[in-house]
């Protein structure tokens, strides 16, 4: 079976079907959705969604793009809330949390400035309660990195990751994985596609981030954690390997990146 490392399954994009997509998702093969809160109006969201889907589970943080709205009483929030879902099995990372350098607002020095504020405080979070952290690294691979060095979460994945083989290798040396979707699949994609080829297999997981980031067969529609296994495929296409390696390898390394899952699967 598959594992979608992220998926925003309680986006409005999928409206009231958001358990009808979950139980599709499960009929095409795959048994685990991480479902990634981006702020604390969506913390009880993706809580509720995890525990009404049986192929479901959650993260919780504050999205760079939430940013701009979000305050100090969000991070102390955030704490209380991951130390009572300690003992919840469905609730396995800390994210969707990181930088976002590409849109233009989140760019000014004073934005800049509050992003990696509330990245660090939510790295400490992570660090505070032994779990890995799900990043947001859009043109900002270096300043995320350089900030894991410094606090030390117990690893993570960098999701959509589309930097260089240098900065690929840097995560991979701090015990982080790289989530591989949607944009591999596209043929004029040459750079995500060599990474995907030639990146160590044990480092590389998989994710739809649907609605988003839709394969080429869907562009423009709406992505969907049903496509995870079409996208696997790709990417066994890629590496000249077989679906069933690359299934079996991707779950490894979900599991590897995001170890509460482990138990959440045998149960």
């Known amino acids: 079976m ?16 958001s358990l009808d997509v979950a139980a599709r998702a499960g009929q095409a093969g795959v048994d685990m959705i991480v479902i990634p809160a981006v702020a604390r109006v969506n913390f009880d969201v993706v809580r509720d969604l995890a525990h009404a889907a049986p192929n479901a589970s959650y993260a919780l943080g504050i ?10 009483e969000d991070l102390a929030l955030l704490r209380r809330q991951v130390e009572a879902a300690m003992i919840d ?22 934005m800049r400035e509050k992003q990696e504020h509330f990245l ?48 690929a290798r840097n995560f991979i040396d701090l015990g982080f994985h ?9 043929t004029r994609a ?4 060599r990474l995907a080829a030639e990146l160590p297999l044990q480092a590389i997981v998989l994710e739809t981030d649907a609605p988003d980031i839709a394969p080429s067969w869907v562009h423009p529609g709406r992505n969907s954690p049903e496509q ?3 996208i696997g495929h790709m990417l066994a296409e890629l590496r000249g390997l077989s679906g069933d390696e690359i299934r079996a390898a991707t779950r490894q390394s979900a599991l590897a990146a995001i170890p509460r899952l482990k138990n959440l699967l045998a149960s």
Request: glycine share 8%; aromatic share 10%.
């Open 63 to 72: 999205h760079p793009i939430y940013v701009p709205q979000a305050a100090d």
């Open 178 to 186: 790289l989530g591989f979707g949607g944009a591999m699949t596209f």
């Open 190 to 193: 040459l750079q995500i596609r």
């Open 120 to 167: 660090r405080e939510q790295l400490r979070i992570a660090r505070d309660f032994g779990l890995p952290v799900l990043t947001h690294v859009r043109r900002s691979q270096d300043q995320v990195l350089k900030h894991i060095r410094q606090l030390r979460p117990a690893g993570g994945i960098a999701h959509a990751f589309n930097g260089s083989f240098q900065q």
């Open 228 to 230: 995870l296994p079409a």
């Open 89 to 110: 099995p469905r609730f396995v990372a800390i994210g969707e949390i990181g930088l976002d350098f590409f849109i233009p607002m989140l760019c000014e020095p004073a």
């Open 2 to 17: 598959w594992i979608d490392t992220h998926c925003h399954l309680d986006a409005h994009e999928f409206g009231a079907e």
